[in-house]
């Protein structure tokens, strides 16, 4: 993705009517295992109250909202915080609430001081040594979950090769990283591997794909990625799987 902020809401907001529900029962389980492991770095969640950066659909904010003392999420798509509120009122919870903002151009007193813990997962939102000295401004404890280097998917692999591509993981773990170091934090990180399926009609898997070539600067090849897509598609439907490699980093500000 070229990452400007036009094509990361084009691309958020294609995404909102297939991303993960945060209590479908696959979603909902992989949220808890990834939640003790950050326990066992470290991030208290139990009565807190937690900022989710780049919520989504409310994975993490409407899961952890029957144990925190409250939580927020900020997100840059209108369309994933529809989902996030759809969901919020099909489970009855009060205590999540949420609100279209870009965190890049987020006024820094509207989040100082209001929160315990500052968690971003798998966001574009958290790129420069501001967007984490927010997060500290946020709250004294702060979570990043974000991509390590590893990234697969055979269909997209072959579709972004013949569009001049390369399928890769996008920046994340390594340059927040970085950027702790550059600041003198001592995070707590360790990575584990992941994965995920999705089953989707052809027509809908074309579309996404045309959208992501979008975002990258490159022209869709419609006749090619139809033809390919025929070909992969089983009863209707064509199912894809993406593993890849996450690092979940946790550190506290400086007193």
């Known amino acids: 993705m070229r990452g400007t902020k036009a094509d990361e809401k084009l691309f958020w907001n294609s995404r909102a009517r297939s991303y993960p529900l945060p209590f479908d029962a696959g979603t909902a389980a992989k949220t808890r295992r990834i939640l003790r492991r ?32 409250r939580t927020f999420g900020i997100d840059s798509s209108s369309a994933m915080l529809r989902v996030f509120r759809r ?27 209001r929160f315990d813990v500052a968690l971003a997962s798998m966001t574009a939102a958290i790129k420069t040594e501001r967007d984490l000295l ?3 401004a946020a709250a004294p404890r702060c979570v990043y979950i974000g991509w390590a280097g590893v990234r697969h998917n055979a269909l997209l692999e072959e579709v972004y090769a013949a569009h001049g591509l390369e399928y890769k993981a996008p920046e994340g ?7 702790l170091k550059t600041l003198g934090r001592k995070p707590r990180t360790v990575y584990i591997t992941d994965s995920w399926s999705k089953s989707a009609s052809p027509e809908e898997t074309l579309r996404e794909i045309g959208v992501s070539m979008k975002v990258n600067g490159v022209k869709l090849q419609k006749d090619w990625t139809a033809a390919l897509l025929k070909k992969k598609t089983r009863g209707g439907k064509v199912r894809q799987r993406t593993s890849m490699r996450k690092a979940l980093i946790t550190w506290l500000r400086p007193s």
């Open 87 to 113: 969901e919020r009122r099909l489970r009855g919870i009060k205590n999540s609430g949420c609100a279209v903002a870009a965190w890049g151009t987020l006024p820094r007193k509207r989040v100082a001081g």
């Open 134 to 136: 927010k997060m500290e």
């Open 173 to 179: 773990a390594q340059r927040v990283l970085g950027i």
């Open 38 to 69: 950050l326990e066992g770095l470290g991030a208290e969640f139990s009565g807190r109250r937690v900022l989710d950066i780049g919520c989504g659909t409310g994975v993490y904010a409407l899961q952890l909202a029957g144990r925190a003392a």
